[in-house]
């Protein structure tokens, strides 16, 4: 276990102990005066108070953001201008790095590493929205002679923008850049859990020049405020991160007033390691693809396969550094893994664990909770690894967001691919092999929105992110993302020297 070690970042102390609303550019108290009140995950403290949103709240928020695109200027703004003001946001969000790291390290326990780098991508997609949505436009298409057909790309409107509790700031900055850089204004609707750097966030497009009303923070209930957003007749698109379930009911729900709906759901994510990969390779690979972020992540490689004749070579040098992992203070450079979210989390890495270890499956290594010193009160759960299993159990078929990896072996490649798509999800997916006509074809064949070889890194700016089957739809993070803010109208010109007469009378 790790123990604290200060400078691992230069601590701003910026936090604040209370944290309004951000609706129609202020900063705002719930209008029923509740708070929520959030806790620090490593340490089980009170973190910080954060006012609590109720229906009236979200119906101003609804109506500030429907009235700047109606009447505001941002969507009539050129794009050059909308992307000096998303560079500016960029640069600001770099000029508070520091505070915005340890506010996310201290509202979601998560290591320092795992904290910068989200940071950075998050300020990375504001400046890749800005470049993109200069070259974003319609195009001219053939038609008989005589006519002309243009296509022209317009702000889709108000969007309700929903983001989990795992990468708060990233997700927070992956709904909103693509949106108001096309010229949308958004309602975002933050983790009960993580609100703190999406309402930061807010504030900063705010003193960037985004116009009132254009990004409105809204924390709150999912059940209550979330539901309230995706039915509300004046918002025309959702965008959810977030679990399969809760993505299915938003779909139900977003159908009564035909909204545009995106969804990036769960994930149980396999890795094929072959039988001529580089073991060292696939073994460092898969122990960030299993564990980083606490395995609190959608496409975490949480099935990983391995051909049966580099099963145990691979199987114990995996093992190995797994239990090499540090796990502790976050703020630690040293520290590979932070806490689990919450006790209810927790709770639920343990139940899955429990249910292996029932239907017959063996623990190689973990599979018990943690109490690093100085940090007994917090949520920690050892970083676990579990052998023996089918194809039928629990912790092989379903999301466990957590820290724990199964292990199975497979006799050859037709195999492989069969027990990789055997999953009613398709997010990501790794494959390791060092024959890249090997890698070729199972890419080809495996049933996922993202397919790593011989690399654990799923998500750049400017790559398509999204998923098959359960695992949702539509794709973030890519300059095609701009089209899920936009709607697209055909305009059809006739230029002839005679007046059209279809019916000849």
């Known amino acids: 276990m790790t123990t604290i070690q200060e400078g691992a970042i230069e601590r701003e102390s910026m936090k604040r102990d209370y944290y309004k609303l951000f609706i129609n550019g202020e900063q705002v108290d719930s209008s029923s005066g509740?708070?929520?009140?959030?806790?620090?995950?490593?340490?089980?403290?009170?973190?910080?108070?954060?006012?609590?949103?109720?229906?009236?709240?979200?119906?101003?928020?609804?109506?500030?953001?429907?009235?700047?695109?109606?009447?505001?200027?941002?969507?009539?703004?050129?794009?050059?201008?909308?992307?000096?003001?998303?560079?500016?946001?960029?640069?600001?969000?770099?000029?508070?790095?520091?505070?915005?790291?340890?506010?996310?390290?201290?509202?979601?326990?998560?290591?320092?590493?795992?904290?910068?780098?989200?940071?950075?991508?998050?300020?990375?997609?504001?400046?890749?929205?800005?470049?993109?949505?200069?070259?974003?436009?319609?195009?001219?298409?053939?038609?008989?002679?005589?006519?002309?057909?243009?296509?022209?790309?317009?702000?889709?409107?108000?969007?309700?923008?929903?983001?989990?509790?795992?990468?708060?700031?990233?997700?927070?900055?992956?709904?909103?850049?693509?949106?108001?850089?096309?010229?949308?204004?958004?309602?975002?609707?933050?983790?009960?859990?993580?609100?703190?750097?999406?309402?930061?966030?807010?504030?900063?497009?705010?003193?960037?020049?985004?116009?009132?009303?254009?990004?409105?923070?809204?924390?709150?209930?999912?059940?209550?405020?979330?539901?309230?957003?995706?039915?509300?007749?004046?918002?025309?698109?959702?965008?959810?991160?977030?679990?399969?379930?809760?993505?299915?009911?938003?779909?139900?729900?977003?159908?009564?007033?035909?909204k545009r709906v995106t969804l990036e759901l769960g994930g149980k994510s396999p890795s094929l390691v072959f039988e001529d990969a580089d073991i060292d390779a696939a073994v460092d690979g898969s122990l960030y693809g299993a564990f980083n972020n606490t395995g609190q992540s959608c496409d975490a490689r949480s099935r990983i396969y391995i051909h049966e004749n580099v099963y145990d070579e691979f199987v114990e040098k995996f093992i190995a550094k797994t239990e090499k992992l540090a796990i502790g203070d976050p703020f630690s450079k040293a520290t590979h893994m932070g806490a689990v979210i919450d006790q209810t989390q927790l709770d639920t890495v343990k139940m899955y664990v429990q249910s292996a270890i029932d239907e017959g499956a063996e623990i190689l290594t973990g599979g018990k909770e943690l109490k690093p010193e100085g940090f007994e009160n917090g949520f920690w759960y050892a970083p676990t690894i579990i052998g023996n299993v089918t194809q039928d159990m629990k912790v092989v078929r379903e999301e466990i967001f957590g820290p724990v990896v199964v292990v199975s072996k497979f006799k050859d490649e037709k195999e492989a691919i069969a027990l990789a798509n055997d999953s009613d999800y398709g997010l990501a997916s790794s494959i390791w092999s060092t024959n890249t006509a090997t890698t070729t074809r199972v890419a080809n064949q495996i049933q996922a929105g993202i397919v790593m070889i011989n690399t654990p890194f799923s998500a750049f700016p400017g790559t398509p992110f999204g998923g098959f089957k359960q695992s949702g739809f539509g794709r973030e993070l890519s300059a095609g993302s701009l089209d899920l803010y936009t709607e697209t109208k055909s305009i059809m010109s006739y230029f002839g020297s005679r007046p059209v007469n279809p019916f000849g009378l």
């Open 34 to 258: 509740e708070r929520t009140k959030i806790y620090k995950p490593a340490t089980g403290e009170l973190l910080a108070e954060v006012a609590k949103a109720t229906k009236e709240d979200a119906e101003k928020a609804v109506r500030a953001a429907r009235d700047s695109f109606d009447n505001g200027k941002w969507k009539i703004t050129p794009a050059g201008r909308r992307a000096r003001v998303l560079n500016k946001i960029a640069a600001i969000m770099g000029e508070r790095f520091n505070e915005l790291v340890e506010l996310e390290i201290l509202n979601t326990g998560k290591s320092l590493a795992a904290a910068k780098g989200q940071i950075a991508q998050a300020i990375e997609d504001f400046e890749f929205y800005a470049g993109a949505i200069v070259g974003h436009g319609g195009s001219v298409n053939n038609v008989p002679g005589q006519f002309h057909n243009y296509t022209e790309k317009e702000p889709l409107g108000v969007c309700a923008q929903i983001i989990p509790w795992n990468y708060p700031l990233m997700m927070a900055a992956w709904k909103i850049a693509p949106a108001i850089a096309a010229g949308c204004s958004v309602v975002i609707k933050p983790a009960s859990l993580t609100p703190l750097t999406a309402i930061v966030l807010g504030e900063i497009c705010h003193e960037a020049g985004v116009p009132a009303g254009v990004v409105n923070i809204l924390p709150g209930s999912g059940s209550e405020i979330g539901n309230y957003l995706v039915e509300h007749e004046l918002v025309n698109k959702v965008a959810f991160t977030g679990s399969t379930a809760i993505g299915k009911d938003i779909m139900a729900r977003a159908a009564g007033t035909v």
